[in-house]
């Protein structure tokens, strides 16, 4: 039998399993080989290798769409290609075992090293497809229950789609909005280039948003237990508590009829509600939750789940758009509960009787998707470091956190009348704390209705009035994990559910992709599109064609064409290509915005492949103030050389000398680079 895997650390658990012995790009025990792909072993043509035309680009020569996608090794993976080949071609007509990541880039590795063998037979080919981290007992359990590898024929069907797919807008559109424009390309995508519209977007929003004035009469009111309730009065036009005018008559009647007055009457509604925990983690959520306590950026965080997966084995497999467990996880589920229940105080405000069949909440196979929720595994090893351990603790309170039972309350609304005016709250009498306890932190928004523990309406008694004068406010701009909530659930033009922008697995390079072209920057994790972004988009949008790359909602629409009809969705995407190609009559010139003005010259400075120079290098007598992008080993950003060209210090960089580290900050004198080193 041959495995076939994806990463080196993946076949040595396989070959520690099965008691194989190493050899130069493989493992052998017995009949059975061990190899893997270390990743993509292939990658598609340039345009360039179907054709030496292409290597110049050129309007003329787009739109670009081989009649057949054809592979070569990468240059990288080379030598172990050559080795996964030629085991490849021996062991055709054997036994197989594919155990590349399970999940479409996964699937998408193995069926390409397939077809570059020239297999189409795989009759005798299993899919090896388990979410556990590889211990013993789980290679084994997973071997055993391998399923046909044609079983798996969709998903490959989607990968090809995809890849190829995007392929077509990435090559040729970005050739199209490239030509004629100053280095560096501009990178075109087809679910990259969505993300960026929606992040101008929310920018334009917050940019050219009016806010308006508006007053709200408050009424505070005292229970009788030295408890105080704030309630607001009603506009009797929307029957709610609403903003009034700056000029309002009937706040300002209210604010002198109400004062000291006993309240007439009080209608109360009551309900009770109950709120479950929330569900376990997928990828994403690990991501947002990482972010929002740690500060760290998706990239690192799924580098961080993969170690804890691959390396400690304290952790299921992180690349899961899931968010439950399947039907037949429940005794996984208990087993990794008794395991690691002593460790942590947390599990003992946990009802283990949730953990059953029937809490469709944990375990739930009809919404499954790939692999299971996030799960620890095992306890994280003592050599974990701090930030292993900082992502671990999030995965680990979410699952002991979703067998907490609901926090209940009595949902009650209130209404004091006087006279003809209203003053309405809702409050929460507390039933059953549930996941709430002592453990439970949520840094949400506060709520709006406080919570009381018993409240007697009939003994409250107005204490003062107070007119609150407000303004309506924009939406937040998005940060790295509010962005990657909306990638997950994105709202368009209509009503009706949108796919996610991507998947769980490539969200994280997505946004990387978008900071590394210089689209996006992160300013005190506000997220903006800089100039560079704005003129592609605009432009874009400029097309009847490509502006569709900028839409949300047919980029989603095209995420679901591709899970449902594979074949369908590349025909479309060729023809959107050409059709774009057909249609574009203008050449925009991009006019990159300088980072700031020299100091010695007063000229514009701009920045460069090697780093910041002065627009006045030309003159006579010329400037000579460069900047480098790097200094002692310290990366310098256009942020960092506008802060020095105004005269102020850079933030604190982490620099390499002769004599070591050494961290130092950074100012201009003269136009020379001085170190402020740290006391």
């Known amino acids: 039998m041959l495995i076939l895997t994806e990463k080196p650390s993946v076949a040595k658990d396989f070959a520690v399993a099965l008691g194989a012995s190493g050899r130069k790009g493989y493992y052998t025990a017995g009949d059975t080989v061990i190899t893997c792909c270390i990743g ?10 179907y054709d030496p035309y292409y290597k110049k680009w050129s309007v003329k020569s787009l739109p670009i769409v081989p009649a057949q996608f054809l592979y070569q090794m990468n240059d990288t993976t080379k030598a172990q290609a050559v080795i996964v080949m030629d085991l490849l071609k021996q062991h055709k007509n054997d036994d197989v075992l594919v155990a590349t990541d399970a999940g479409r880039e996964g699937e ?12 189409t037979d795989i009759s005798r080919f299993r899919r090896f497809w388990v979410s556990e981290a590889l211990t013993h007992d789980v290679i084994l359990s997973g071997i055993a229950s391998a399923k046909p590898l044609s079983g798996y024929d969709l998903l490959s069907a989607q990968g090809f789609a995809r890849q190829q797919a995007d392929w077509l807008v990435g090559i040729n559109v970005t050739r199209l909005m490239s030509i004629g424009n100053p280095p560096p390309p501009f990178s075109v995508g087809r679910v990259q280039t969505a993300v960026l519209s929606c992040v101008a977007s929310r920018n334009d929003e917050i940019k050219n948003f009016v806010p308006v004035s508006f007053k709200e009469l408050e009424a505070t ?6 408890d105080f309730l704030k309630a607001l009065l009603e506009n009797p036009k929307t029957g709610k508590p609403s903003f009034f005018a700056d000029d309002e008559p009937y706040l300002n009647a209210a604010f002198v009829n109400c004062a000291d007055k006993p309240f007439d009457s009080v209608d109360v509604e009551s309900k009770e509600k109950r709120e479950k925990p929330e569900k376990l983690l997928n990828i994403t959520g690990l991501q947002k939750a990482a972010f929002k306590q740690f500060g760290y950026k998706p990239e690192k965080t799924l580098a961080i789940a993969q170690s804890l997966y691959e390396t400690h084995k304290c952790l299921s497999y992180p690349r899961t758009p899931s968010r439950v467990m399947g039907d037949n996880n429940v005794d996984l589920f208990l087993e990794k509960f008794n395991l690691l229940k002593d ?47 900082n992502v671990y603790s999030i995965v680990q309170r979410s699952f002991f956190t979703v067998c907490m039972p609901d926090y209940v309350y ?21 039933l059953q704390i549930g996941f709430k306890n002592k453990f439970y932190a949520d840094d949400s928004p506060s709520n709006d209705e406080p919570e009381i523990q018993s409240f007697d309406e009939k003994i409250c008694t107005i204490d003062g009035l107070k007119v609150l004068e407000k303004t309506t406010q924009p939406k937040k701009e998005f940060a790295l994990d509010t962005l990657l909530a909306f990638m997950e659930h994105p709202r368009g033009d209509g009503e009706g559910h949108l796919a996610g922008l991507g998947t769980p697995a490539t969200r994280a390079d997505i946004l990387k992709t978008l900071f590394s072209r ?20 605009s432009h874009l949008n400029d097309n009847e064609f490509l502006k569709k790359l900028c839409d949300v909602n047919t980029t989603t629409e095209w995420e679901e064409r591709l899970s449902a009809d594979p074949q369908a969705f590349y025909l479309e995407i060729s023809d959107f290509v050409r059709s774009s190609i057909a249609s574009f ?13 020299c100091p010695l010259c007063g000229k514009p400075v701009f920045q460069n492949k090697a780093g910041f120079g002065c627009s006045g290098y030309k003159d006579t007598p010329k400037c000579s103030l460069f900047i480098s992008k790097s200094i002692a080993g310290a990366s310098v950003s256009a942020a960092d050389v506008s802060l020095l060209l105004l005269g102020q210090k850079t933030p604190i960089k982490h620099c390499t000398g002769k004599k070591g580290k050494f961290d130092t900050s950074f100012t201009l004198e003269g136009g020379k680079i001085v170190f402020n080193f740290k006391k």
């Open 40 to 49: 993509h072993l292939f990658e598609l043509y340039d345009p360039e290798d």
């Open 108 to 119: 998408l590795i193995a069926r390409i090293a397939l077809q570059e063998a020239g297999i």
């Open 221 to 226: 009111i005292e229970t009788g237990k030295k």
């Open 343 to 389: 460790m942590f105080p947390v599990s003992s405000c946990c009802d283990v009787s949730l953990i059953n069949i029937n809490n469709k909440h944990i375990f739930n196979s009809a919404i499954l998707e790939d692999h299971h929720a996030l799960i620890p595994l095992a306890m994280v090893p003592e050599s974990a470091t701090d930030e292993e351990r």
């Open 410 to 430: 009595n949902q009650k609304s209130l209404r004091f009348h006087i006279g003809l005016y209203t003053f309405t709250v809702k409050i929460r009498e507390v």
């Open 518 to 537: 210089e689209y996006l920057v992160d300013t005190k994790k506000k997220l903006y599109v800089t100039e560079r972004g704005k003129f592609l988009l």
């Open 585 to 597: 009559a203008s050449r925009p010139v991009f006019q990159k915005p300088p980072v700031g003005t």
